[in-house]
């Protein structure tokens, strides 16, 4: 890992697929680091992420458990109802499965459309979702490098840490 460089999952790893679509979304206000840390902290608070039980997870119980010290993300109760939202949603329409959402090689408008339909994923989350797909997976999505252009404009970090 390069220093500095956010330790990001590998998606071939069970529940890999959920720990970046999560870190995507606790990727707010903290450094980038503790974003995607914070996936794999709750699996060990939880015994495991486990999409069917999150989807119908009590939101106060999951409050509780992201407000233990360290606290997972500092915005405990909107993150929690948005892990919620988003492992029904992918429930709902994924198979329970995150790597559903990319595994069809979508192209990147068709991907970025996908990514904001979940809770907490707006237009940058979702560039900024593409350009790590696309760049430090190498997951092949036709029109990447312009739908991530606006998320490496405003995130120089980013571009800092991805693979060339």
Excluded at 51 to 58: C, G, H, N, P, R
Excluded at 71 to 97: E, K, N, Q, T, W
Excluded at 99 to 117: C, E, I, K, M, Y
Aim: net charge neutral.
């Amino acid at each position: 890992m390069t220093p500095g460089k956010p330790d990001f999952p590998d998606l071939d790893a069970p529940a890999g697929d959920l720990h970046f679509l999560l870190g995507v979304l606790f990727n707010q206000q903290v450094r980038a680091e503790t974003a995607w840390k914070a996936p794999v902290r709750l699996s060990a608070r939880l015994g495991g992420l486990d999409v069917d039980a999150l989807a119908v997870a009590d939101p106060s119980s999951l409050v509780t458990v992201m407000r233990e010290r360290p606290a997972i993300h500092p915005f405990a109760v909107v993150m929690s109802a948005r892990v919620i939202g988003i492992c029904a949603r992918l429930v709902d329409h994924y198979g329970a499965r995150a790597a559903n959402v990319w595994s069809d090689n979508p192209s990147a408008s068709t991907l970025l459309h996908r990514l904001t339909g979940f809770p907490g994923i707006g237009r940058h989350k979702a560039g900024v979702a593409v350009a790590l797909l696309a760049r430090e997976y190498e997951i092949p999505i036709v029109g990447a490098a312009a739908a991530s252009a606006d998320a490496l404009a405003s995130c120089p970090r980013l571009s800092e840490v991805l693979v060339t």
